[in-house]
């Protein structure tokens, strides 16, 4: 992880930056193990697989959007997303939890 420092004003000072890599192998040859500090990686596969998931909840709420302003709906949504495990913490705990110099 990398700390970005106020990159022109779309970056915030203190924001977080990840490097991941969405990759068809299971890991890098020995000798690069030296260049992957703080690089993550995702299997293709796994990474499809996730984004279908996340895909699909989000399609069958967005059926059940009813408009602006609708509270109910959005802790309804925020439940849905909960139970699926596709929460913008569990995507970044998902394409996080392999480093790419372990491998």
Known sequence: MVEAYHIG?????????????IINSDGIDEDARIYADDIYYVNRKEYVDWAIKALTVVRSVWCT?????????REAVHKEFIIAGITPKDYLDFVCSKNLKDK
Request: aromatic share 14%.
């Open 9 to 21: 004003e779309r970056i915030t000072k203190g924001a977080n930056v990840y490097t991941i890599l």
């Open 65 to 73: 959007f009813s408009g602006e302003g609708e509270s109910e709906w």
